[in-house]
C-alpha cells in the first residue's frame, strides 16, 4: 500500500510569485485535502476534493486553487504570495471524505 | 467558530513515565482524532474514535471519547524516547457545518521525554 506523497520537499518564492504544490493520494483513497501548518500551530483546512470538485473549503482568500485529476491527484496553487504564506503545506487523503485523513509528509514554502 | 483546546501544552517526562493530555471543546463532537507530528513530517493518524464512552487502544495508546463528547483524552503508557513529539487531537465539525470535509485541530501538545 502506498502512502501519500507531497512534492516538492522544500520550496523557496519570492513574494508576488506563483507556486503549484502536488499530492499523490494514498492507494484506493479517492479524496484529497489540503491543509497550511504555521510554526508552533496546529493544521488549519484550506479545502477538500473529491469526484475532481472543491468538497468544502476553509477560510482561505481565492487566490489559493486546488485542482483534482482522475486518479485522485491533487493539485493547490497558491497565486500572488505574500510572506505569511510560509508555512508547511500537508496533503491529506481519505477514502469518499471520511474523518480518518492520511497525511503525506509536507511541502515546506518559504516567501522572501 | 469550533475550536479545540489542548492541555498541557508541553510536558517533559521522564523514560517509563505514563503520559496524559487531554482535549476540550465548547462545542460537541461527533468523532475525535488523534495524531501525532515529529519535526519536519506530516501527522500520523493514532486513534479514531467514533462514539461518546468509546475507549481505544493502540498499543501503549489509549483514547476516551468523553461521554459529553466536548473532550477526549490520550494516555501513553511506559513512555520511550520515540515517543518525543506534538500530540494533536482533531475533529469534523459539528452537524450543519458548512466545512464539508474539514478537519479543525487542536494547537498540540509537545512532549518530551528524558532517557
Known amino acids: 500500500e502506498t502512502g501519500v506523497t507531497q512534492s516538492p520537499t522544500h520550496l523557496i518564492k519570492t513574494r508576488g510569485q506563483q507556486v503549484t504544490l502536488r499530492c499523490s493520494s494514498q492507494?484506493?483513497?479517492?479524496?484529497v485535502s489540503w491543509y497550511q501548518q504555521a510554526l508552533g500551530q496546529g493544521p488549519q483546512f484550506i479545502f477538500q476534493?473529491?469526484?475532481?470538485?472543491?468538497?468544502g473549503r476553509g477560510n482561505f482568500p481565492p487566490r489559493f486553487s486546488g485542482l483534482q485529476f482522475p486518479n485522485y491527484s491533487s493539485e493547490l496553487n497558491v497565486n500572488a504570495l505574500e510572506l505569511d504564506d510560509s508555512a508547511l503545506y500537508l496533503c491529506?487523503?481519505?477514502?469518499?471524505?471520511?474523518?480518518?485523513?492520511?497525511f503525506g509528509p509536507g511541502t515546506r514554502l518559504t516567501v522572501t | 467558530g469550533q475550536q479545540l483546546n489542548q492541555s498541557p501544552q508541553s510536558m517533559f517526562i521522564q523514560e517509563g513515565e505514563d503520559v496524559s493530555m487531554n482535549c476540550t471543546s465548547s462545542?460537541?463532537?461527533?468523532?475525535w482524532l488523534w495524531y501525532k507530528q515529529d519535526p519536519g513530517e506530516g501527522p500520523v493518524l493514532l486513534i479514531a474514535?467514533?462514539?461518546?464512552?468509546e475507549l481505544t487502544s493502540n498499543g501503549r495508546l489509549t483514547a476516551q471519547f468523553g461521554i459529553t463528547r466536548k473532550d477526549s483524552f490520550l494516555n501513553i503508557s511506559a513512555s520511550i524516547p520515540s515517543d518525543v513529539g506534538i500530540y494533536f487531537c482533531?475533529?469534523?465539525?459539528?452537524?450543519?457545518?458548512?466545512?464539508?470535509?474539514?478537519?479543525?485541530f487542536g494547537q498540540g501538545t509537545t512532549l518530551q521525554v528524558k532517557p
Open positions: 491529506a487523503s481519505s477514502l469518499g471524505g471520511g474523518d480518518e485523513q492520511y
Open positions: 492507494s484506493g483513497h479517492n479524496t
Open positions: 462545542s460537541i463532537f461527533n468523532t
Open positions: 482533531a475533529g469534523p465539525p459539528g452537524p450543519g457545518s458548512s466545512n464539508t470535509g474539514k478537519l479543525i
Open positions: 474514535l467514533y462514539k461518546a464512552g
Open positions: 476534493y473529491y469526484r475532481e470538485e472543491e468538497n
